[in-house]
């Protein structure tokens, strides 16, 4: 019996924990509205010009950001240029010849960063918006 009452006890501490963080850990979709209200407009018109120059660019930002997401969260870690001491994601077996999109990533971040007068967006959210905005210019 104690030992049940111990569990239940545990079960019940866990689920208000989890309750407790998942409350105070919300995402907010309008967190750059006030940061750089250039942001998104900006991201979603360079993605519209890569999608317009090559139709499949939109799949290719789609599977560079699962590519991302897959290997140890959402980072853009997939974006990291390999050096001496790391090995990066970006030339990884899978990823090898494979994906593709970088440089409009890297036209993303240098337009974003001039809209807003310096780097304030993270490349983990102009992957992730430019995924979004890619499937949107794709039909």
Not at 29 to 55: F, G, H, N, S
Request: overall charge neutral.
């Amino acid at each position: 019996m104690g030992s049940q009452s111990s569990f239940l006890f545990a079960l019940v501490f866990f689920t208000l924990a989890l309750a407790t963080t998942a409350l105070h850990a919300k995402l907010n979709p309008y967190y750059y509205d006030k940061i750089c209200p250039k942001a998104l407009p900006t991201i979603k018109w360079v993605v519209e010009d890569a999608v317009k120059q090559e139709r499949r660019m939109g799949a290719s930002l789609l599977r560079l950001h699962f590519h991302d997401c897959f290997v140890n969260g959402c980072d853009a870690s997939v974006l990291l240029d390999p050096t001496s001491t790391i090995d990066s994601e970006k030339n990884a077996l899978p990823n090898a010849n494979s994906a593709r999109g970088f440089e409009v990533i890297d036209r993303i971040k240098a337009e974003v960063d001039k809209a807003c007068g310096g780097p304030v967006v993270s490349c983990a959210d102009i992957l992730t918006v430019a995924a979004r905005d890619s499937v949107v210019a794709a039909n």
